[in-house]
């Protein structure tokens, strides 16, 4: 049995790519990212700032997670947002009237949100000492995941409705995430998911890996969320 | 109000990114690129080929839309599958199950298909004149919309789980659309989505652009989809 997707054999002709010169143009575009994200790391260890990177496809509830999260905290812990988005100031007003201090970043026809961005986003931003950043991504389960932020931890998303395959057919998210969120379990009556495969697949990329089901609009496990907040 | 988002005015910061020798670079793949795309075309104009460039989020329900398509159609024409994933040959498996002709190409850390990859794959697959193809890429609501495979038409995906305001945060792909599949309409008593407001979003960055409403595990609009691939 194959170990990478557990099927039984080569039934499909498959093309694996060797990219070649992208590949050398991409390596240097991420050794300068890798880089500034050094410099953005150390100007948040300086200031006791906790960052946190969080990403998934569009639409898994990234947003919803971090209205509810800063609704819930802000009274507690000062909280800023760094909105990643190709277009539209949305998602920032959402966080705006939650509560937070926000920064809208629009990519334009970028895919992802890089070291350089969000350094020119924390100027604008200017987080007190001491506070937590949230970086929301910009909604895609594969470009942000090679782009080093800066970040203390990265949080990944995904919901019920995008099932339960999806860390093993987008393994790069996975293997680097410190925590997968899996959101919208209030749907799980309606959806067919496996929770247990899902997490089994995300674990056989990261070992160990923390997966937590919640429900951000209804609210389920989000006391988890937070204590692991607390710990980040 | 902005006519971008329909937000009342520039209540948060926003930074938007000027991308300079990131443009310049992409140009030159893309136009290297829409060479090989045009061969392509001509490639399945010569055969009677419908192309069919597949595109959305991951778990939008693209390969359960493609099952259910290949199953229902597949004993009147005959229907063959570029399946493009990062990893695994899970769906070329279920495509292949369903009764289609399926080749597999995993991009990798790649995040979209080029037009490269499809006429590699093409090679492989031998589609017969006069068949259909679908191309089913990446699971990715960006990076798939600046490269043209030779298609005859997109078909972009989204699901009523992913949000009303998805066309206008990700406006590349859905201004590229040829036909909008609302998917998994199922699941609308369970969530929070305003169909008219997407068709809205959608219509304003595409005018004149088909909406079907679907859902592919239970069957509803299908009918409406076989007559669009008809007169495609």
């Known amino acids: 049995m ?3 997707c557990g099927c039984d054999g080569e039934d499909a002709p498959r093309i ?3 990219h070649g010169r992208t590949v050398t143009l991409e390596q240097k575009v991420l050794a300068r ?3 500034l994200a050094g410099l953005n790391r150390t100007w948040f260890a300086e200031r006791g700032i906790v960052a946190l990177n969080v990403m998934s496809s569009p639409g898994s509830g990234k947003t919803t ?3 509810r999260t800063v609704a819930d905290l802000g009274p507690e812990r000062p909280i800023s947002v760094i909105e990643g988005d190709q277009e539209t100031l949305l998602d920032a007003r ?3 009237a939650a509560g937070a201090r926000t920064v809208q970043v629009n990519t334009g026809a970028g895919c992802h949100l890089d070291a350089a961005m969000v350094a020119g986003a924390l100027t604008a931003l200017a987080p007190p000492d001491g506070s937590t950043v949230f970086i929301e991504n910009v909604g895609n389960l594969v470009c942000p ?3 080093d932020l800066g970040e203390r931890a990265r949080v990944v998303l995904m919901s019920v409705t995008e099932g339960a395959d999806k860390p093993l057919k987008y393994p790069h998210m996975f293997r680097g995430a410190d925590v997968l969120l899996v959101n919208k379990v209030d ?3 309606h959806v067919d998911f496996d929770i247990d495969a899902c997490t089994t697949a995300a674990r056989r990329l990261c070992p160990g890996l923390e997966v937590l089901p919640v429900s951000a609009t209804r609210g389920d496990g989000l006391k988890t969320w937070y204590d692991w907040l607390t710990d980040a």
């Open 33 to 35: 990212n890798d880089d």
């Open 65 to 67: 997670l971090l209205e």
């Open 145 to 147: 995941a090679l782009f």
């Open 2 to 4: 194959c170990e990478t």
């Open 16 to 18: 694996t790519l060797d």
């Open 187 to 189: 749907l799980l009556p």
């Open 94 to 96: 959402r966080l705006t």
